[in-house]
């Protein structure tokens, strides 16, 4: 039997959904075992894990690297693979928000300044709204931007709002809500169909 | 004789004509070049709108074509009753997902354009089915219907935005968006129920056909769930049935596309190696009265799929001094020709991989020590 490749995001994100997967029967002992390896297989289950970076999690499966993967709706709405998502599997939960100053005001007859690093997302949301903006697109640290004035608004996820606050930064409208899917390559799902909704199945019992 | 020279890919391509040939097909050669103004009017059809432009000397805007089915239709004939069946093998130019660059991409496809029947229609995917089966015996034809979804989606009564985001929700097999979706939009539940049925759809017509009798009887897109079911009975009992599969995640443009609609997969390529379809609608488009089906293998995908064959160059080197005669030269040369690939340089080349390294020094031949 070929190894089922599952592709999981390094960090707590991973950490949770493995406890799923391994309580839906798909454990790993290797990958409980602390070091530095990023691959890990379970000969038995035929399951093979590795660790990667979550941004890159959905280009893993998209090429086909890993038949499947659990990766959040922000960089499915970002970056728009060509996946399918067969789970919302209801950890990972947060919201990407619009956050600015206390003091902000949207004067809606000047271009509003947008910093973040979800710029598909955030060109879609305020071009719904007609809105004309001008987007920074920044890889970290975004909170700062309206601080240092290098934006008037900022695009990011929230997760409970403390960094937000620390920064004297409020939420001004929430863009959409977020959680963690587990997704599939195309190609992928059609030749093991029977492995992957058998995992489905039993990952829809474990929620 | 087998040509051993020739790449895997390459191979596939001549077997692929050989097959189309077999079943009637005639091999259309078309020219590069096509007026700009054809793909400005049907812009959506293509893959991406990116293309390569240039004015000819009598200042017509020309491009470099980006597809071939367009220039097909635009020369084709529109005779009721009658139809035109075409193989092409040709290079278009499109943007590369990857590197958002322009790229060469060798496709080879076919077209029956005219009246197509039910056989026609069989024809085609059966065609398309046999090719992947040219490239790999672990390969399969996800078929869909983009009628039974036009139908069940126009009867939801959405904008064209909702209706373009449920499409998507049924391409991705994303049964959790869409409920969120519809709930937002106030689809009534049985509609919800219809499209999720739809969504975990997956196997072979022997398998999925009865499930999709009984959750399509009484619907409104009965009349095409009719019209899947005649074409693949035709494929009952066919050596083709088993590679067959359908899965309505299969989608292509509802402007364009009508009918049956189909994508090939080969095990360890991670995307579709081939896409196909009835286009009615693109043929009332470009004013055509009759329809037409047909599809295109991408062979650039093909070349992830066979390993990399030669680790060498050539087979033999033949080093040979400026006081060796060109006779001598020739009939080393023959000589080892019989056996492999053999490159004769006076110097020799500092990157080449070779298996063996001969030498010709006074008229004779010396095999030196192997691999480089």
């Given at each position: 039997m ?48 590795f ?6 999690v959905?280009?893993?499966?998209e090429r ?6 659990v ?8 970056y728009?693979?060509?996946?399918y998502?067969?789970l ?16 902000f ?28 903006i ?12 309206p601080i ?20 004297n ?39 | ?8 890919e ?20 078309m020219?590069k ?17 990116a ?18 089915t367009?220039s097909?239709i635009?020369?084709?004939?529109d ?19 990857t590197?958002?660059s322009?790229?060469?991409i ?16 069989y024809?085609?995917l ?16 996800a078929?869909?219907h ?11 009564s ?12 049924v ?10 979706m ?23 017509p ?29 494929a ?7 590679y ?10 509802l402007?364009y ?5 189909f ?8 995307t579709?190696?081939l ?13 055509r ?20 064959e030669?680790?060498y160059?050539t ?12 006779k ?7 000589a ?29 031949v ?7």
């Amino acid at each position: 039997m070929a190894y089922l490749n599952i592709a999981l995001p390094k960090g707590r994100l991973g950490e949770k959904a493995y406890t799923m997967l391994k309580a839906a029967g798909y454990g790993c002992p290797a990958i409980e075992e602390s070091g530095r390896k990023l691959i890990f297989e379970n000969e038995a289950l035929g399951v093979r894990y590795f660790w990667a970076k979550p941004s890159d999690v959905a280009i893993y499966v998209e090429r086909g690297a890993a038949d499947i993967g659990v990766t959040g709706k922000d960089i499915l709405l970002e970056y728009r693979p060509d996946v399918y998502e067969l789970l919302d599997l209801d950890i990972g939960k947060c919201k990407m928000c619009v956050a600015a100053k206390e003091s902000f005001r949207d004067d809606k007859t000047r271009t509003l300044t947008v910093a973040t690093k979800f710029t598909n997302i955030a060109k879609n949301y305020f071009a719904a709204r007609g809105r004309d903006i001008d987007i920074v697109h920044l890889n970290g640290s975004i909170e700062i931007a309206p601080i240092i004035r290098l934006s008037d608004v900022i695009v990011d996820i929230v997760e409970t709002g403390t960094t937000l606050k620390e920064n004297n930064l409020v939420v001004f409208d929430e863009v959409l809500d977020i959680s963690a899917r587990l997704i599939a390559n195309k190609a992928s799902y059609k030749f093991h169909h029977a492995q992957m909704e058998e995992l489905c199945a039993k990952l829809r019992q474990k929620q | 004789m087998e040509n051993v020279y020739l790449k895997a890919e390459e191979k596939v391509i001549f077997s692929l004509r050989a097959l189309y040939s077999g079943y009637g097909y005639s091999r259309y050669k078309m020219n590069k070049f096509e007026e700009y103004d054809l793909y400005v009017r049907n812009k959506d059809f293509l893959l991406s709108d990116a293309v390569i432009t240039f004015t000819d000397t009598n200042g017509k805007l020309m491009a470099l074509k980006p597809d071939v089915t367009l220039s097909i239709i635009k020369d084709s004939e529109d005779t009721p009753a009658a139809v035109r069946k075409l193989y092409y093998n040709e290079n278009v130019y499109r943007i590369s997902k990857t590197t958002g660059s322009f790229k060469e991409i060798m496709q080879v496809g076919l077209e029956c354009i005219g009246d197509a029947d039910d056989y026609c229609i069989y024809e085609v995917l059966m065609l398309a089915a046999k090719s992947l089966l040219t490239v790999s015996d672990s390969s399969l034809l996800a078929i869909s219907h983009m009628g039974i979804l036009s139908d069940i989606i126009d009867s939801l009564s959405l904008t064209g935005a909702q209706s373009a985001a449920v499409l998507r929700c049924v391409e991705e097999k994303n049964v959790h968006d869409l409920e969120a979706m519809c709930r937002a939009c106030g689809v009534e539940s049985a509609s919800v129920q219809l499209l999720k049925d739809l969504i975990g759809i997956y196997g072979t017509p022997a398998t999925v056909l009865p499930q999709l009798e009984r959750i399509l009887k009484n619907t409104c897109a009965w009349d095409s769930y009719k019209e899947l079911e005649q074409t693949l009975a035709l494929a009952e009992g066919s050596d083709i049935e088993q590679y067959l599969r359908i899965d309505f995640s299969i989608i292509n443009d509802l402007k364009y596309y009508n009918g049956i609609i189909f994508k090939g997969f080969i095990e360890g390529i991670a995307t579709a190696v081939l896409s196909g379809g009835q286009y009615d609608k693109l043929m009332r488009k470009m004013k055509r009265k009759t329809g037409a089906v047909g599809f295109a293998l991408y062979l650039d995908q093909l070349e992830r799929f066979y390993p990399r064959e030669e680790s060498y160059d050539t087979d033999y080197v033949l080093l040979y001094g400026e006081n060796e005669s060109a006779k001598a030269v020739c009939e080393a040369v023959r000589a080892y020709s019989k056996k492999g690939a053999v490159l004769a340089v006076r110097k020799l080349p500092g990157s080449l991989k070779y298996k063996t390294l001969l030498k010709l020094a006074g008229g004779k031949v010396v095999e030196a020590d192997g691999i480089s």
